[in-house]
């Protein structure tokens, strides 16, 4: 027979960490799920400099810390334990499968974050790290760059924003576009140009041209650059490469129990963090509108951890509206 929680969490990244800390902590019955080992995308990054607390400290580090604190108050951690199914089978019942066994719990907490797109060519996952020269944050590693030269990709708001971030660190910041013209918003594109164009401006821009290769001995010296027009090649010297091409959320095991966005993500009230199936939060990078951060992920988790008591002491709370915003 399956057994039964109070809480279910799925994903030990840093939003279920948090989640199953403060669902410990109210001596919830609780157990997180997690395919791999806890830590989720912190795991691949030995530097964080914007986690509030710490002003510098690896991801593995960071995770140990919060694993063993989530520990020590009596949360339960299941690693090697993939989710691939929920079933709503009452009002008080969620059924969760993983691979080999079933669980039952009263509420759930979906947690299992997101992944950076990668663009596929030569040298990516070689230099995948910002002491080696890939990354795929500007908030996370402008820093690491200040006074060098990078090369930034995509077309997108994201790409924009993070660029402009760039600009403050990097000594010159050119961004590659494979079209001729951005799709972000207009707002954001003119505030753009116009930084493009300011004298002695750091900020240059190809358009129609597209990263082929990232080259280098033991770090990133140069990219590989086509122009889609014209098929001219060069190599770019840059010391490091920023990709932002968007994010694919880890929700492909949901499709159909919970509403998603046409790109996986699990739409919720921003307020209480409640999906459209009464019961399942959801917390971190997974869910539509989600800054992609360390402290929003732990924000996150705490906040859907603590609209548990909301829930189990009425359920009825589910469908009141978030109410108090604008
Ligand atoms: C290289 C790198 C550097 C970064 N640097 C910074 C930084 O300096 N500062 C910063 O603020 N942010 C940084 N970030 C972003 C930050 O790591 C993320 O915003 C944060 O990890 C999101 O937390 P999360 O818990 O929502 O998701 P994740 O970290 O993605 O964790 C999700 C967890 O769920 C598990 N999971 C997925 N599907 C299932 C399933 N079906 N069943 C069970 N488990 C599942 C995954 O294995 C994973 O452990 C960085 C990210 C990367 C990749």
Known sequence: MAERYDCIIIGAGPAGLAAGLYAARDRFKMLLLEKFVPGGQIN???????????????????TEKMQKQT???????????????????????????????????????????????????????????????????GTCDAPFFKGKSVVAIGGGNTALEE??????????????????????????????????????????????????????????????????KTNNEESYPCDGVFIFVGMIPSTGFLKGFVELTDDGFIKCDFAHLRTNVPGVFVAGDCRVGAAMQLATATGDGANAAMMLKNYFRDSSWWNQPAGGGL
């Open 163 to 228: 660029t402009l971030h760039l600009c403050k660190f990097a000594a010159k910041v050119t961004l590659l576009h494979r079209r001729d013209e951005f799709r972000a918003t207009k707002v954001l594109q003119e505030e753009f140009v116009a930084k493009s164009k300011e004298p002695n401006t750091n900020l240059l821009v190809k358009y129609s041209t597209v990263a082929t290769a990232i080259e280098g001995k033991d770090r990133v010296e140069s990219v590989r650059l086509k122009n889609v």
């Open 71 to 137: 520990v020590a108050f009596g949360g339960a951690i299941k690693t090697g334990a993939e989710v691939t199914a929920l079933k709503k089978l009452s009002s008080s019942d969620i059924e969760i499968s993983c691979d080999k066994d079933k669980y039952l719990a009263r509420a759930v907490i979906l947690a299992p974050g997101s992944d950076y797109r990668k663009l596929g060519i030569p040298g990516e996952d070689k230099f995948r790290n910002a002491g080696t020269g890939v990354s795929y944050c």
């Open 44 to 62: 691949s990054t030995d530097r964080i400099e914007n986690y509030p607390g710490f002003e510098r400290i690896s991801g593995y580090e960071l």
